[in-house]
């Protein structure tokens, strides 16, 4: 007597992965901007990782592989633009980067989308500002 096996119509349902919090890199010279960027970001249940030059953001953000990057334009070693330039050259799947400055020259603005820059903000900005891009970036 010959059984029957039951045919598998669909696969099992898989709990989706649990990728804990979304991760910010942050690169600006400026600690104070850095902490309060830092505090209002874990406020939000973000998980920040800090660097303090273009050189060493590059670095971290090839190591790190964050969801998102938070970008000062004037720093030393090398300038947001220049890292802007080289991430979005060197990178197969492009990482979201919100770019920060001081600067009032449009030329900068132009220049920054035409890099592929997701946001770019004006200091001073209010908090609520840089937040909603950030959610809008990473939801």
């Given at each position: 007597?010959?059984?029957?096996?039951?045919?598998?119509?669909e696969p099992e349902?898989?709990?989706?992965?649990?990728?804990?919090?979304?991760?910010?890199?942050?690169?600006?010279?400026?600690?104070?901007?850095?902490?309060?960027?830092?505090?209002?970001?874990?406020?939000?249940?973000?998980?920040?990782?800090?660097?303090?030059?273009?050189?060493?953001?590059?670095?971290?953000?090839?190591?790190?592989?964050?969801?998102?990057?938070?970008?000062?334009?004037?720093?030393?070693?090398?300038?947001?633009?220049?890292?802007?330039?080289?991430?979005?050259?060197?990178?197969?799947?492009?990482?979201?980067?919100?770019?920060?400055?001081?600067?009032?020259?449009?030329?900068?603005?132009?220049?920054?989308?035409?890099?592929g820059v997701d946001?770019?903000?004006?200091?001073?900005?209010?908090?609520?500002?840089?937040?909603?891009?950030?959610?809008?970036?990473?939801?």
């Amino acid at each position: 007597m010959a059984t029957k096996r039951a045919k598998k119509t669909e696969p099992e349902p898989q709990a989706p992965e649990n990728k804990g919090p979304k991760r910010i890199l942050l690169v600006d010279d400026d600690r104070e901007i850095v902490e309060a960027l830092r505090i209002a970001l874990e406020t939000k249940g973000y998980e920040v990782l800090i660097a303090r030059d273009g050189n060493q953001g590059l670095a971290m953000a090839e190591r790190e592989n964050p969801d998102l990057m938070i970008l000062d334009m004037m720093m030393p070693r090398r300038s947001g633009f220049l890292v802007l330039e080289r991430i979005r050259h060197s990178r197969p799947v492009p990482l979201r980067i919100i770019m920060i400055t001081a600067n009032e020259g449009s030329r900068h603005k132009a220049y920054a989308e035409r890099l592929g820059v997701d946001d770019y903000i004006r200091k001073p900005f209010a908090m609520d500002r840089l937040m909603s891009s950030v959610d809008r970036l990473l939801n």
